[in-house]
């Protein structure tokens, strides 16, 4: 598929989506949302080992879903709208490899949105985020309402909805929504050291550390901790677990192999 609204690149076990529409400030219509769902079923495993995902341009990370496309909708058509957006914000958070947000400026709506659906944010010192849908008569459709509130809690999530503020990266950060701020041309470089020191660790162990979060944070602790306990067992299966404890009694690296 040949994509007119986004970009896919390689750069090893690195991929790197970027939202491009900079024009309408990447906001996210449904056929950027076909073309990412295309772009994230198309990552091989074997070859691509964590995923950046940033906005094109120097101003918006992604502004937010696509105002025009949304203007006119009926609501069965908007329930389809939101259903896509969860499909593809979903994917993300099930992909069996680290992904992260490089927040490189207006991150509003979907944007934010989008960027919940990352494992890790990361924004530029210039970057601006909020959920301002109640200024448009809505509310947030992409998940937003709910990755928003398990992150940093109902009364912050409900004041950001409520109010619709647009916060800075700094106070993002306070709030536990964003990890770091970083100068807007140190963004991506810190994104990728972040990923190269995942990318030295054993990936298997990786995915299943990013399985056990996800799958726990929604049960009870009980549970949770037994999800952890096979995720454990399960490594012990693989030649990764037998590598990666050998190097270390050898005191050498570990070459891992993801199997
Ligand atoms: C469509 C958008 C857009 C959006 C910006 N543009 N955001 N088009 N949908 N979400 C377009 C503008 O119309 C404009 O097009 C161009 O991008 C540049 O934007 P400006 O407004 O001229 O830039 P600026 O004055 O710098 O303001 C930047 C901004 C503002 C503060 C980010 O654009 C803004 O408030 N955007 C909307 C943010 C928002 O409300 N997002 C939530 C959407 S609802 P032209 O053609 O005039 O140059 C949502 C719901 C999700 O996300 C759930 C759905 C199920």
């Known amino acids: 598929m040949a994509y007119e609204n986004i970009r896919l690149e390689k750069d090893g076990p690195l991929a790197i989506l970027t939202v491009d529409r900079p024009k309408a400030l990447n906001a996210l219509n449904s056929a950027t949302f076909h073309e990412m769902d295309d772009a994230i079923r198309s990552l091989k495993f074997d070859e691509t080992r964590a995923l950046i995902v940033t906005g094109g341009g120097d101003k918006a990370f992604v502004a937010g879903a696509d105002i025009a496309e949304m203007v006119t909708i009926t609501a069965a058509q908007a329930r389809e709208f939101s259903a896509l957006g969860h499909h593809v914000f979903q994917s993300l958070e099930n992909l069996p490899i680290p992904t ?11 944007g934010l949105e989008l960027a919940l659906g990352c494992d890790l944010i990361y924004a530029s010192e210039k970057a601006k985020l909020g959920l301002p849908e109640v200024t448009l008569g809505v509310i947030p459709g992409f998940g937003g309402t709910q990755r928003l509130t398990r992150l940093v809690g109902r009364a ?20 536990g929504l964003v990890l770091d701020v970083v100068p807007a041309d140190k963004l991506m470089e810190h994104c990728r050291a972040v990923a190269a020191k995942i990318l030295k660790n054993g990936p298997l162990a990786v995915a299943q ?21 096979q995720g454990f067992a399960v490594l012990f299966g693989s030649e990764d677990q037998r590598e990666g404890m050998a190097a270390f009694l050898a005191k050498r690296p570990a070459a891992f192999q993801g199997k």
């Open 156 to 175: 912050r999530a409900k004041e950001l909805l409520f109010t619709a503020d647009r916060i800075d990266a700094a106070r993002a950060k306070e709030m």
């Open 100 to 110: 992260i947000a490089a927040v490189n400026g207006f991150a509003l709506g979907g």
């Open 209 to 229: 550390a990013k399985r056990v979060v996800e799958y726990g944070a929604d049960q009870d602790l009980r549970s949770a901790n037994e999800l952890e306990r």
